[in-house]
C-alpha cells in the first residue's frame, strides 16, 4: 500500500522567525556537518532494508526536540531518502506552526477515523512530508498507543525510508515510550542548562523499561567556548551529536 501518491499536495514554506532555524545548503557548516554526522550515524545504527522510525524526544520541555526532528527529516531528505515526521505530541504541538501548515486534520484525527492519510500529509519544498498533530484529543495517551496507530505505523512503513516521530518530554508524560514499540528506537535531545543529569537518567530509565533501543543523545545549546572542539562532539551554532547511553549521576547539577 503506498501513501504517498494519495497524500495532500500543499508545499508550504517556514514562518520567517523560525527560517534561521531550517537546516539548508545555506547553514552554516558546523550546522550542516553536524545534522550530516547524525543522520551517518544513525543510517548505519540501523542497517535493517525496511522504513526505519525513529523517536526524537527529550526529558523535558524546551530543549530543541522539535527542531531536531525537522532538522533530522531534512538531513534525511537530502539524502534522497522518503521521509514522513509525524508531530506525535498531541497536547502541545509546535511542528504546524514551525514550517507554517495547517495544525488539522493531522494525526488525531486520522486515528479516531475522522480523515483519511492522504488529507493529513503535506509535501514541504526540503523534500520530506509533514503531517501535523491534528486536533487536541481529550485522551493522548490512549490514541498513540492504540492499535489504530500501530496499524498506521505498518501502512506508513511501506511508503517511506524513515519516519520521523516527534513526541512529548519522556519525564512528563509517557507518550514517548509508548511509541517506543512502533519504532526503531529513540534519540534523546538534550539542552544545556536545562536538562539535568537526573531528568537525562530518568528520561533513559524509562525507554529503556519500555524496550526502546536508545540510539543516542543530540546535544544543543552548546556554549560557544565548546562548540570549537570537535573532538568533544561538540558541534557549532548549538547542535552536536555523541552517541552512547552513559549518564553520570550527580544530583540535580545540570548539564554541561
Known amino acids: 500500500m503506498s501513501l504517498v501518491g494519495q497524500s495532500k499536495k500543499k508545499t508550504k514554506s517556514s514562518k520567517k522567525n523560525f527560517a534561521g532555524h531550517l537546516l539548508t545548503e545555506n547553514s552554516p557548516f558546523a550546522v550542516q556537518e553536524a545534522y550530516k554526522s547524525l543522520r551517518t550515524n544513525l543510517i548505519f545504527s540501523i542497517p535493517d532494508n525496511k522504513c526505519k522510525s525513529i523517536v526524537v524526544t527529550s526529558s523535558l520541555q524546551h530543549e530543541a526536540k522539535s527542531t531536531t526532528a525537522i532538522n533530522l527529516a531534512i538531513a534525511f531528505a537530502q539524502n534522497q531518502s ?43 519544498t526540503n523534500g520530506f512530508d509533514v503531517m501535523p498533530a491534528g486536533d487536541v484529543p481529550p485522551n493522548p495517551t490512549e490514541l498513540l498507543g492504540s492499535q489504530q496507530m500501530h496499524r498506521l505505523m ?77 573532538k568533544k562532539g561538540y558541534y557549532g551554532y548549538g547542535y552536536g551529536a555523541a552517541y552512547g547511553k552513559s549518564v553520570q549521576k550527580a544530583g540535580n547539577s545540570k548539564v554541561r
Request: charged share 20%; with cysteine.
Open 82 to 124: 522518503k521521509v514522513l515526521l509525524i508531530d506525535c505530541d498531541l497536547r502541545l504541538p509546535t511542528i504546524a506552526s514551525k514550517l507554517a501548515i495547517p495544525e488539522k486534520p493531522g494525526l488525531s484525527n486520522v486515528l479516531v477515523g475522522l480523515r483519511s492519510v492522504g488529507e493529513t500529509i503535506y509535501h514541504m
Open 154 to 230: 505498518e501502512a506508513l512503513n511501506e511508503a517511506y525510508d524513515y519516519i520521523i516521530l516527534d513526541t512529548p518530554p519522556v519525564c512528563t508524560v509517557a507518550d514517548a515510550t509508548i511509541l517506543a514499540k512502533f519504532t526503531s528506537g529513540a534519540i534523546l535531545v538534550v539542552r544545556q542548562n536545562i536538562a539535568t543529569q537526573e531528568s537525562v537518567n530518568e528520561a533513559v530509565q524509562k525507554l529503556e523499561f519500555a524496550g526502546s533501543r536508545i540510539f543516542g543523545f543530540v546535544f544543543s545549546g552548546v556554549e560557544d567556548s565548546k562548540q570549537k572542539n570537535y
